[in-house]
């Protein structure tokens, strides 16, 4: 089933797009949790993690050199940032489209909130 994600790769919801080329697009999320807040998403529509397979390998390798470019075009590189990749309902999955979240501009706190 198709998501949001898809109708912005396709050019039909506007994004504010920071990267792109063949396998990969990266955008800034509508709602950011921190000062930079990248969604680095494949081109092919994947829903989850449990749905990767072998020949995802080139396109989410990808996902990690646009995290590396975009960390350092957002100059977070150098103090850091987090990578998420949430699955599911217990990961808080929301948009059924594998997607890597880039964050950083500040200290990020612990990992996971602890309730
Ligand atoms: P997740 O909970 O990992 O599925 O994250 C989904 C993310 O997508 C959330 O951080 C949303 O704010 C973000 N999001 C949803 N719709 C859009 C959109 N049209 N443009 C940019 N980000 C979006």
Redesign the pocket.
Known sequence: MST??S??IAGE????IVYEDDYVLA???????APV?V?IIPKREIPTTNDVRLEDVEALGRLFLAAAKIARDEGVAADGYRL???CNEH??????HL?M?LLGGRKLGPMLARK
Not at 13 to 16: E, G, K, N, R, V
Not at 91 to 96: H, R, Y
């Open positions: 949001v994600f109708k912005i919801l506007p994004a504010d955008f800034r999320d509508i709602a950011p949790q807040h969604l998420i990749v949430n990961g808080g999955q929301e948009v059924f997607h979240h």
